[in-house]
Nanobody
Framework: QVQVVESGGGSVQAGGSLRLSCATS????????MGWFRQAPGKEREAVAA???????AYADSVKGRFAISKGDTEKILNLQMDNLKPEDTGVYYC????????????????????WGQGTQVTVTS
């Protein structure tokens, strides 16, 4: 049974930083594309960053240069470093395992994600 657990959300003032982590388990396949989505109130869930098994990354234009996705000490730990946060970054952030990836191009396909975490709230105040 695949488990996906996020941590690290919280509240921060604009310009601040947060680091999200995602611990996954319950699978042996090492080729999954993994990433982070977010959902603001009243809006659809959107992909913000993804990382393929070979380390290729992709970002939404709105977060390029501010967010950095990385793997942890093992292939099953995923991190998202978020710097220079803006109020529009507010939302629930979800870790995704087995998402659609396209060689450095971020794909918006939340319905095709295999496994989700429960989400962690990120609030950025002005």
């Amino acid at each position: 049974q695949v488990q996906v657990v996020e941590s690290g959300g919280g509240s921060v003032q604009a310009g601040g930083s947060l680091r999200l982590s995602c611990a996954t388990s319950g699978y042996t396949y090492t080729g999954y594309c993994m990433g982070w989505f977010r959902q603001a109130p009243g809006k659809e869930r959107e992909a913000v960053a993804a990382i393929e098994s070979d380390g290729t990354t992709a970002y939404a234009d709105s977060v390029k240069g501010r967010f950095a996705i990385s793997k942890g000490d093992t292939e099953k730990i995923l991190n998202l470093q978020m710097d220079n946060l803006k109020p529009e970054d507010t939302g629930v952030y979800y870790c995704a395992v087995d998402m659609v990836c396209a060689r450095g191009v971020l794909v918006q396909a939340p319905k095709r994600v295999g496994f989700w975490g429960q989400g962690t709230q990120v609030t950025v105040t002005s």
